[in-house]
């Protein structure tokens, strides 16, 4: 969508280093390429001769398609923008940096010119938790490491935080894998590294949609890369394994001995200098689907190479048909020993003893249409009408246009002989997220 964003320089508050630095800014922003061709570099006609008059005071120039981050930084109101690009999501293989906005206003203001406005919250100062801090601490001492942290407690922050310092302080690690559930790796971790203000300098590239689009976003120059849990085994099978440091949000997913996404990251494990595994309860039904997930941690160092070892130690065999055993109950004080044997490369929170809590809190989590879903609902909105493959959409006035679309955004709309129409399924796709991070606990949907 071309739009257009008026820049304002005021050349007269500007000193000769300062008008230059500000141009030069002004150029590197405008040549920067994320979601498509910018306007054409204005950096030659900003930095002219040094001591001459900039611009005349007042001068508007005129930029087109210019980046979220980057209208932002020149305080366009989000008001302002077109529907269809705030309700875009993040595409595939763009590498985004966390670092962009901060850098321009600080080099700004070095430079003598006026402080840009950047909208307020996209960037979020962290203070962390004694919690919080701890468990960042731990990850950075302990080169394999499971965080059993109850959802909301900041696994995702707490993770970054530490890749922050592994990747641009220590420089312990060089390249690491993120691997998630599918919303969660296209929406939250982008997210979460756009969020907050330490983590400037992080990039990232989302390894997301077809085979041609994967592979250019794996060619791609960055230090973290986010898949999700399904393309595990392509990755494994079809490219060359170069991260020295995995992270596996959700690791219950991976509780499966013989699941292919579990073989696939066994065979990478030995290349991994350092692993993190998140998760909110990593059993919820019998202590068995532990030792999957600490052998992508351990390689096997605590309960066993082997899964049969591990249940012949461990368990016994309960409900049977002669030799079939169709389940294992636990030992006389094997749980309290297999806990003292994982104890030192896990730690466990809940978050009703970390965080204090009022009687409600509400956790919003946002989903985006597609670029097809978005299109349907910005057609039925301008024109009151609306045609679909089973039938027609139509609002008689402004208060039935408006019921009409808070239908679309929950997923499906009545059409005018009264039968629905399916548009899209992303409520209930963040819903089943939030059921599996749940992992088992009780769910109410009202």
């Known amino acids: 969508m071309v739009f257009e964003q008026a820049i304002l320089l005021h050349s007269g508050q500007l000193g000769t280093h300062g008008g230059t630095l500000y141009a030069e800014i ?95 919250g996209y960037w979020m100062k962290y203070c962390a938790h004694d919690y ?162 600490m052998y992508l941690l351990d390689m096997g160092q605590r309960l066993g190479r082997f899964l049969t070892h591990y249940r012949e130690r461990f368990f016994v065999p309960d409900k049977r048909n002669r030799e079939i055993v169709y389940s294992y109950k636990l030992r006389k004080g094997a749980e309290q020993k297999i806990y003292e044997l994982i104890g030192d490369i896990c730690i466990s929170m809940k978050a009703t003893d970390h965080l204090k809590m009022p009687e409600l809190t509400m956790n919003r989590v946002e989903v985006h249409l597609s670029a097809q879903e978005q299109k349907l609902y910005d057609t039925l909105k301008r024109e009151m009408i609306l045609q679909l493959k089973g039938g027609e959409i139509d609002a008689v006035n402004a208060a039935a246009l408006s019921g009409k679309l808070l239908q679309m955004a929950n997923g499906a709309v009545y059409d005018s002989q009264g039968r629905t129409a399916a548009i899209h399924d992303r409520k209930l796709d963040a819903l089943e997220d939030l059921v599996e991070a749940a992992n088992g606990k009780p769910v109410l949907v009202a």
Not at 54 to 60: E, F, Q
Not at 96 to 106: L, R
Not at 180 to 195: G, S
């Open 132 to 293: 919080q801090a701890y468990a960042t601490d731990f990850v950075l001492s302990h080169p394999y490491c499971g965080l059993i942290l109850d959802m909301g407690l900041g696994k995702s922050v707490i993770t970054l935080t530490a890749l922050w310092d592994l990747l641009l302080d220590s420089f312990d690690v060089g390249c690491v894998l993120v691997v998630a559930p599918k919303r969660v790796a296209e929406d939250t971790w982008p997210r979460e590294i756009a969020k907050w203000k330490h983590l400037k300098g992080l990039t990232y590239s989302l390894v997301m949609g077809s085979e041609k689009e994967r592979r250019a976003a794996l060619a791609r120059k960055a230090m973290i890369y986010i898949i999700n849990r399904e393309n595990v085994s392509w990755l494994v099978e079809h490219t060359t394994w170069r991260f020295d440091a995995l992270v596996i949000d959700e690791l219950s997913s991976f509780k499966s001995a013989k699941a292919q996404r579990f073989k696939a990251l066994k065979k990478v494990r030995p290349l991994c200098s350092r692993v993190i595994g998140l998760t909110g309860t990593p059993a919820p039904n019998t202590l068995i689907d532990l030792w999957p997930q």
């Open 26 to 120: 002004i150029g590197q922003l405008l040549t920067i390429e994320r979601h498509g061709e910018c306007a054409a570099p204005l950096s030659a006609r900003l930095c002219g001769e040094v001591g001459k008059q900039l611009v005349p005071r007042g001068a508007m120039i005129h930029v087109r398609q210019m980046l979220d981050p980057v209208s932002k930084l020149f305080g366009e109101d989000e008001r302002q923008i077109p529907r269809q690009r705030r309700a875009k999501g993040r595409q595939p293989g763009i590498v985004q940096d966390s670092q962009h906005i901060q850098e321009q206003n600080g080099a700004l203001l070095a430079g003598g010119g006026r402080q840009v406005h950047r909208c307020a």
